[in-house]
């Protein structure tokens, strides 16, 4: 077997909980990396 047919796994994975207001929309939700981007958020008044 080489290192070539050897397979990688991770040994970290971080994560996080967030309570995020229902009413605050905008916000852009990212797969890597930050995990959101509040640039667009805004409170959307019912």
Request: proline share 4%; net charge negative; no cysteine.
């Amino acid at each position: 077997m080489s290192t070539l047919d050897a397979a990688q796994v991770p040994l970290y994975q971080g994560a996080s909980n967030y309570l995020i207001n229902p009413e605050l929309k905008g916000i852009e939700y990212h797969l890597y990396g930050d995990y959101f981007n509040f640039r667009t958020a805004y409170l959307a008044e019912e």
